[in-house]
């Protein structure tokens, strides 16, 4: 995997300036021709993205050895739970056997602490509380209260929609919040075979709550990071090569920062080939002129996929069920049918809160639908918004993200081959 660079983000989008004017630099002395950005969603350090972008790109020089390839992978502060599986990366495996199913583990706890800065002593209480289970609807309310102050003076996450008052996770009771991803939890278990005889109690709900709430401080640094950052560094790459042809590859949260970077990129500028957006953790209105439910309203990306001289492709599973059941539950709780999983969460809530990575681009007129065969033989569009179903490989993971960190395949990284036409 080289040529490689590395391009680290704050939280607020500013970039490392040492790791742009190097890629900037070394670009055109390399001799690139295409160069592959990869961003990463949930992540808790450094030495895990790059082991998830060598793990993916690594069959990319074989599929097209006359090709003239680059490769930079962006830093940007975001985190994972240790309780998430990652396929095919055995340290996960080990943490999440580790990981306790209710509480915080060490891991998880330190990765917090790290994410938001001089809130230690707030996720050692929350810490505490799972522990404790204080009983009454008080202690949950306490609970929901010290996890929302763990993003005090973060920025507000900027909507996938400009529908006005666009609900989040970050809203409502807390009690019913728990609730609500206790029995969703409860009904995963069930249909994975594990049967229980009692009514789920809220606080197995608890910790679902403090991971979507601190998930969505992520989703809002992702597009600050892509907006603000990666989008104006690829209009100066343009101006200094204009002749590298780039493809914006990212994975969940990650397929909001690329996809935002379009908003960030500067007029004129059409290197960028092609985007493929990998189990993405963001509206699937984003790219709609009219939302369904709202005809006067529309998503905040909304006619970006223009800025692509390629097709904008979109890989979904059904088997994600960090998508399929918790992303829904987090972006609107529901309040109607609560014991209900995956596709059957979707159904109750209507397709208004449904996320990119579980059924695609939506709203967008002329989208193609493939499912990932048919993708790889030849039928790809070369322009447009494009849905692949990836659920033939994308298929493997436990409670309670599912297959959503299931991506290190090689077809997928054909697809992305394909999309940007690369050798």
């Known amino acids: 995997m080289t040529p490689y660079w590395e391009l680290t983000f704050d ?107 001089g809130r230690a002593a707030v996720v050692d209480r929350l810490a505490g509380m799972l522990d404790e289970r204080p009983g009454g609807a008080g202690g949950l309310t306490e609970f929901g209260r010290l996890a929302r102050s763990l993003a005090d003076g973060e920025p507000a996450c900027a909507a996938d929609t400009d529908e006005a008052g666009e609900p989040a996770v970050s809203g409502g009771d807390p009690v019913a919040a728990c609730e609500q991803f206790a029995e969703a939890l409860d009904a995963l278990d069930a249909a994975g075979g594990t049967a229980r005889f009692s009514l789920p109690n809220p606080w197995d709900g608890a910790k679902e709550l403090l991971r979507q709430l601190t998930y969505h401080q992520m989703k809002g640094r992702a597009g600050t990071v892509g907006e603000r950052g990666l989008g104006p560094l690829l209009g100066r790459l343009a101006a200094v090569a204009p002749g590298v042809r780039v493809h914006l590859v990212g994975h969940s949260f990650g397929g909001r920062l690329v996809a935002f970077a379009l908003r960030g990129l500067p007029e004129g500028v059409d290197t960028v080939k092609s985007v493929t957006l990998l189990q993405g953790a963001f509206s699937h209105y984003a790219f709609t002129a009219r939302l369904p439910h709202a005809p006067d309203r529309a998503g905040a990306l909304r006619d970006r996929q223009r800025r692509v001289d390629g097709p904008l492709v979109c890989c979904y599973s059904h088997f994600d069920a960090a998508l399929g059941t918790f992303y829904p539950l987090a972006s609107r709780l529901a309040g109607d049918d609560r014991s209900c999983v995956g596709s059957e969460i979707a159904a109750v809530l209507g397709p208004r809160w449904g996320a990119l990575g579980h059924d695609g681009v939506q709203g967008v007129p002329g989208t193609a639908r493939l499912d990932l065969a048919a993708a790889l033989s030849g039928a790809l569009p070369a322009s447009g918004c494009v849905n692949v179903d990836a659920a033939s490989v994308v298929r493997r993971g436990g409670a309670p993200t599912g297959a959503h960190s299931d991506i290190v395949h090689p077809e997928l990284a054909r697809l992305v081959m394909a999309a940007g036409r690369i050798g």
């Open 11 to 117: 939280a607020d989008g500013d970039g490392d300036a040492l790791e742009r004017d190097r890629l900037l630099a070394q670009v055109t002395e390399h001799g690139v021709r295409d160069l592959v950005v990869f961003s990463h969603g949930w992540n808790n350090d450094r030495s895990g993205a790059t082991a998830l972008y060598r793990r993916f790109l690594a069959p990319f020089p074989r599929l097209a050895p006359k090709a003239r390839l680059g490769y930079a992978g962006v830093i940007w502060p975001s985190m994972r739970f240790s309780d998430e599986p990652v396929p095919d990366f055995p340290g996960s495996v080990a943490a999440v056997a580790a990981a306790p199913r209710r509480g915080l583990d060490e891991g998880t706890r330190r990765a917090l602490s790290e994410t938001f800065p």
